[in-house]
């Protein structure tokens, strides 16, 4: 099953579906990733939006970084989908991934965006 990401104006996704693998022809339309993006693109119910196959396996065949999900933005220079800024103080690296001010420890850590810090998590 192939997945299409649909993007707003502002490359931002709006919605993921499940759709037809690229290599699929099917009533002359399809054959490649770009003839179905463009067909599911200009479908009524689409609205203008504009399509993008994305994939589950993103992040072992290296297509597209990672599978989008709604909120993620498209960035069309990299061709690839990067995930939404979890907190302020986080900078997006050169890998697209966002990282913390400073590293995380070893262990169970969360992030505490108030104090900006690693918090250990104690398990009773």
């Not at 490359?11 to 054959?31: A, C, F, H, R, S």
């Not at 993103?58 to 061709?79: E, H, I, L, M, S």
């Not at 907190?87 to 169970?108: E, I, V």
Request: charged share 20%.
């Amino acid at each position: 099953m192939a997945h299409y990401a649909f993007l707003n104006p502002s490359n931002i996704v709006e919605k993921v579906l499940t759709g037809v693998d690229e290599q699929v022809v099917q009533d002359g339309v399809g054959g490649t990733t770009e003839s179905w993006e463009q067909f599911y693109q200009s479908q009524p119910w689409n609205k203008g939006l504009i399509c993008k196959r994305t994939s589950y396996n993103a992040r072992t065949n290296g297509y597209r970084k990672q599978f989008a999900g709604v909120g993620y933005k498209y960035d069309p220079v990299k061709d690839v989908f990067i995930a939404p800024q979890p907190y302020a103080s986080w900078t997006l690296d050169s890998n697209n991934d966002w990282q913390p001010p400073t590293p995380k420890p070893q262990g169970r850590y969360f992030w505490v965006e108030q104090n900006q810090q690693w918090v250990e998590v104690i398990e009773s």
